[in-house]
């Protein structure tokens, strides 16, 4: 059996936010739900790939390749939704252009979009917590919410995760 309507959720949100984490509960909690983690997607690029460490070098290959990911995340997502799943997509998005890609290759599906935010000292905390990852650090989450801030996301819903449990977030989300 479908789901009724299938809706997509984008979750953006600087490192530690929650992104990842709440997009995969979120779809283990659907009837039938799928999840995408833009980061692991974007690895299909081993030729040529410009990494986020290394896009004041190419600026616009590093921009091509993140609205290549938004596209083939649509592609996909459309696949699920049509076979009556939700998707749940985690992703960091900081260039103007492929939030606006994400909103073009959405607008005639069931489209969410929400920020997750939280204190830089709290994202820091989580960020050096991580199991198995790489760390950012201080000076890249403040670099990286410094530039969100400067983006127009008047259109997405804001949830703040500093004082969050996943649990909280979550229940935050579905309402």
């Given amino acids: 059996m479908k789901n009724p309507i ?16 709440i997009a995969k509960e979120l779809a283990k909690k659907s009837k039938y739900g799928a999840f995408t983690d833009v980061d692991k997607l974007r690895h299909h690029v081993v030729g040529g790939i410009v990494r986020a460490r290394n896009q004041k070098k190419d600026r616009k290959e590093f921009e091509k390749q993140r609205l290549l990911a938004a596209d083939n995340i649509a592609c996909m997502a459309k696949n699920y939704i049509k076979h009556g799943f939700n998707y ?5 998005v900081k260039i103007p252009s492929v939030l606006e890609r994400y909103k073009d290759n959405f607008k005639n599906v069931n489209f969410y979009h929400i ?44 949830v703040d995760t500093t004082n969050k449990n996943i649990q909280e977030t979550i229940d935050y989300v579905l309402k």
Avoid: Y
């Fill in 88 to 92: 749940f997509v985690s992703d960091l």
């Fill in 115 to 158: 920020i997750l935010n939280a204190e830089a000292k709290e994202l820091v905390k989580r960020d050096a917590n991580r199991p198995g990852l790489k760390l950012h650090g201080k000076q890249v989450i403040e670099r990286i919410k410094e530039e969100m801030n400067k983006l127009d996301l008047s259109e997405w819903v804001e």
């Fill in 6 to 21: 299938p809706i997509v959720i984008l979750f953006n949100g600087p490192p530690g936010v929650g992104k990842t984490t």
